[in-house]
C-alpha cells in the first residue's frame, strides 16, 4: 500500500472512530438525563442542563413536550 493510500485509510478510521465516540457520549449523557428511563427527555428534566432547558422548545420538533434521543442529538451537537 503506498503512503498515501495509507494516510487516507487512516483519516477515515480515525474520523469513524471519533463519531463513533462522540455518538456514545451523546447517548450516554442522554441517559443520564432521562431520570425516569421512559426514552425521552421531559423539560423538567432538562432543567439539569440550563442551556438545554433554556432553549427545550426550539429542539422539540414534534412539539411533544420531550425530547427524543434524535431531538437531543441535534442540540448536543451544535
Do not use: H
Not at 451523546?26 to 441517559?31: G, L, Q, W
Not at 438525563?33 to 439539569?48: C, P
Not at 433554556?54 to 442540540?75: A, C, I, M, P, V
Request: hydrophobic letters at 40%; proline letters at 1%; glycine letters at 2%.
Amino acid at each position: 500500500m503506498n503512503k498515501i493510500a495509507a494516510l487516507v485509510l487512516s483519516t477515515l478510521m480515525l474520523a469513524f472512530a471519533t463519531t463513533s465516540v462522540q455518538a456514545s457520549s451523546i447517548e450516554s449523557r442522554f441517559k443520564e438525563l432521562d431520570r425516569n428511563r421512559d426514552g425521552a427527555i421531559s423539560k423538567s428534566e432538562a432543567a439539569q442542563e440550563p442551556a438545554l432547558w433554556s432553549r427545550f422548545s426550539s429542539y422539540d420538533q414534534d412539539k411533544d413536550g420531550k425530547l427524543s434521543l434524535r431531538e437531543f442529538t441535534n442540540y448536543a451537537r451544535q
